[in-house]
């Protein structure tokens, strides 16, 4: 029994450290736009033209896609998280939601989204159209896409790995780290430390709803990126 413990325990952290790895792959973007690019354009980010925004993000997409792969791979093969799956049997099923999962949902999702129109005077999705433009809006929303990815995969390892060591499945424990990780790196990205706490409620809220979903890993990915780009 105490070397089952021992296993279990040494797994939970090796598992963490594929969160820890996907909030470092989101971190890689940093030394991109404040260190190198910075260096070869001789302009801040704030400054770069529409084609050198656009490169930094496929190169970020990447990147990030990159890290992604491996991550899924990697979780795979060595601990057999198939995390890729169809919808079947199982508490990974929407089928198995109920009423009141459901409910929970849309007033957590309305509530994020109420919260967005409020921060940006408007749909951030229409708000972004507006002063981008459709180049520089398409190139952002499929960067947004792969941050989705990775930001997911900090919340679904980071519950994984707890429930683990823990063996309760009603904590949002992955919601807490990505609150953690992702929510609270807005301050230094934004240099703004209420938009900081804010991310830490946000990712609290997304590890909600991933458990109200049933852990349904493609759905959550759609309804979280619907969410952070509305």
């Not at 890993?217 to 759609?222: F, H």
Request: net charge positive; charged share 15%.
């Amino acid at each position: 029994m105490m070397k089952k413990r021992m296993t279990e325990r040494k797994k939970g952290w090796l598992i963490l450290s594929l969160s820890l790895d996907a909030f470092a792959g989101l971190g890689l973007e940093v030394l991109l736009a404040f260190w190198l690019e910075p260096m070869i354009y001789g302009r801040t980010m704030e400054q770069w033209n529409t084609w050198q925004s656009v490169l930094h993000w496929c190169i970020t997409c990447i990147i990030w896609g990159s890290v992604a792969g491996y991550l899924l791979w990697s979780a795979d093969k060595n601990y057999g998280l198939k995390l890729i799956k169809r919808d079947g049997d199982g508490t990974d099923s929407l089928r198995s939601v109920k009423f009141w999962q459901w409910g929970l949902v849309i007033a957590g999702s309305a509530c994020k989204i109420i919260t967005s129109v409020m921060d940006w005077g408007g749909f951030k999705v229409y708000m972004e159209w507006k002063s981008r433009g459709p180049l520089l809006f398409l190139f952002q929303y499929i960067y947004y896409m792969f941050e989705t990815a990775l930001f997911t995969l900090i919340l679904v390892f980071a519950q994984i790995a707890f429930e683990t060591w823990f063996k309760n499945r009603k904590i949002p424990y992955g919601g807490i780290i990505l609150g953690l990780t992702w929510g609270l790196a807005h301050i230094f990205t934004k240099g703004n430390l209420a938009i900081g706490l804010e991310g830490v409620v946000i990712g609290l809220l997304f590890g909600s709803l991933y458990l109200l979903l049933n852990r349904n890993l493609k759905w959550t990915y759609v309804l979280l990126f619907l969410l952070f780009v509305l």
